[in-house]
């Protein structure tokens, strides 16, 4: 009789094999020389630099706004099962997915006041 763990394992080293195959490849056959191409802008209008030695420091924004997505992302996700079985929870699973909205909602009004989502910029 096989353990119930073992497909979990198997897929668990064939995604891992993956990533580090698809890793390794692109070291051995990618380019290694930058060219004219490679160190143009690239959408958030900065200077590219070959080497990576750069002093200037990088606009903070696109990080935060990348946490922002991943944040109000991650929400979605937690709410799609409360919303398919909504009925099985009943009060207890109400006051959880409210503390949890307001928890959420929280953050979203600080960063909305504070400019995070004025694109204008």
């Keep these: 009789m096989m353990n119930p763990y073992v497909p979990l394992l198997i897929m668990i080293a064939a995604a891992?094999?993956?990533a580090v195959g698809g890793l390794v490849?692109?070291?051995?056959?990618?380019?290694?020389?930058?060219?004219?191409?490679?160190?143009?802008?690239?959408e958030c209008g900065l200077e590219a630099t070959p080497g990576g030695g750069s002093s200037r420091r990088f606009p903070i924004?696109?990080?935060?706004?990348?946490?922002?997505?991943?944040?109000?992302d991650i929400e979605v996700v937690f709410l799609y099962p409360?919303?398919?079985?909504?009925?099985?929870?009943?009060l207890f699973g109400l006051a959880a997915i409210?503390?949890?909205?307001?928890?959420i909602t929280i953050?979203?009004?600080y960063e909305w006041r504070r400019g995070g989502l004025d694109w204008s910029e």
């Design 98 to 103: 409210a503390s949890f909205v307001v928890l």
């Design 82 to 90: 409360w919303a398919v079985s909504h009925e099985r929870f009943g």
């Design 16 to 18: 891992a094999a993956v």
């Design 25 to 42: 490849a692109s070291a051995l056959l990618g380019p290694k020389k930058a060219n004219r191409v490679k160190v143009l802008n690239y």
């Design 107 to 109: 953050p979203f009004i």
């Design 61 to 72: 924004k696109y990080f935060l706004t990348a946490m922002t997505f991943i944040v109000f």
